[in-house]
């Protein structure tokens, strides 16, 4: 099997060999709404952790050693798989919800006032 790759991969096919995965291992009955969405949160601490204590700038430089890089992927790998699966289990339209937020978001945040600024929405 060729090896996955952002430019090759729908996100069909991910949700299709997470849901494989899951099912061999007889894992749905553990896959609830609120405990996925647990394991979201707790793998998301697990990337932060990474990067606790540094600067933005020094942050860049976490990300790109070498040996620390395998392991926040590991991270971004674990908290995209159980997003992906929470999908599955709720019948959640990835691509949709994503293009349905950032036309929210675009409304919450226009180009001309938001443009290089990092203030939220009711600030702007």
Do not use: C
Not at 18 to 32: C, G, K, M, N, P
Not at 84 to 90: G, Q, V
């Amino acid at each position: 099997m060729a090896p996955l790759s952002d430019s090759a991969t729908t996100v069909a096919e991910l949700r299709r060999r997470i849901l494989a995965f899951v099912h061999e291992r007889d894992w749905e009955q553990f896959h609830s709404p609120k405990n996925l969405s647990m394991a979201l949160a707790a793998e998301s601490g697990e990337l932060m952790e990474h990067f606790l204590w540094s600067g933005p700038e020094q942050s860049h430089a976490v990300a790109r050693e070498p040996a620390k890089r395998a392991r926040i992927a590991d991270e971004l790998a674990d908290i995209v798989i159980y997003a992906l699966e929470f999908a599955n289990i709720t019948g959640l339209d990835v691509a949709a919800s994503i293009e349905a937020k950032m036309a929210a978001n675009a409304l919450k945040y226009p180009v001309e006032k938001a443009r290089g600024r990092a203030d939220k929405y009711t600030e702007l």
